[in-house]
């Protein structure tokens, strides 16, 4: 089945570490998006892609990065500038057209301890 | 003023009842918007998607659309308690190229 697969599912960071976050996904999708989630706040675009090794800042960029190397894959990199890390994390992509809705992974959950 | 706007509730609704959630949006160029339903600790699901002015139906569900006004809102009939989530209103911005999301109305079932 086609689809979109982030892991960890669950990810616990030291103060000062960098991690990544994994998506992968099957759909043959060319765009592909970051999405943070905090309570109250609705979700927030880290960064997009829209091709292969091309992507753009969202509204909260500072104190991630991102890489596309392949069609299927885009990590996040949550950095130690980041200073409120804890959040939700959701990657998505979107079908060929620009009027189709998102697909989202199941999410990963941070938490910085 | 916020992109996408929703108020975020929590609105309780009895069982069967019709269930009213209602977005407005600041960009009027925006052509696609979206709403979907997140289940807590889950990701959203896409549940309902309008590009015209007007109404769409799906099984309990309608999405209205009023361009002019920039509002749109979406129906859920006969209200279960499986319903009870959160529902995020989403509009394309940015020339079309990512998508704005309100920060959800809480919806609440009651029996």
């Known amino acids: 089945d086609g689809g979109i697969t982030q892991s960890p599912k669950y990810l616990f960071r030291k103060e000062g570490q960098n991690v990544t976050l994994s998506c992968e996904q099957n759909?043959?999708?060319?765009?592909m998006y970051w999405y943070r989630q905090d309570p109250g706040q609705g979700l927030r675009l880290i960064y997009y892609?829209?091709?292969?090794?091309?992507?753009q800042k969202g509204d909260i960029a500072e104190g991630y990065s991102v890489s596309r190397e392949k069609k299927e894959s885009f990590p996040l990199t949550v950095t130690s500038a980041q200073k409120n890390p804890t959040a939700f994390y959701l990657c998505?992509?979107?079908?060929?057209?620009?009027?189709?809705?998102?697909?989202f992974g199941s999410g990963t959950r941070l938490t910085v301890v | 003023q916020k992109e996408v706007e929703q108020n975020s509730g929590p609105l309780s609704v009895p069982e069967g009842a019709i269930a009213s959630l209602n977005c407005t949006y600041s960009?009027?160029?925006?052509?696609?918007f979206f709403w979907y339903r997140q289940y807590s600790g889950k990701s959203p699901e896409l549940i309902m998607s309008?590009?015209?002015?007007g109404d769409k139906e799906d099984g309990r569900f309608t999405a209205q659309l009023n361009k002019a006004s920039q509002y749109v809102s979406l129906l859920i009939r006969d209200s279960q308690p499986s319903d009870s989530a959160t529902y995020l209103c989403?509009?394309?911005?940015?020339?079309?190229?990512?998508?704005?999301f309100g920060t959800g109305t809480q919806l609440k079932v009651e029996l």
């Open positions: 998505a992509s979107r079908g060929p057209q620009k009027n189709y809705g998102y697909t």
């Open positions: 759909l043959n999708h060319d765009a």
């Open positions: 892609s829209q091709i292969v090794n091309d992507f």
């Open positions: 960009d009027r160029g925006s052509q696609s």
């Open positions: 309008i590009y015209s002015n």
């Open positions: 989403a509009v394309v911005t940015g020339g079309g190229n990512k998508l704005t």
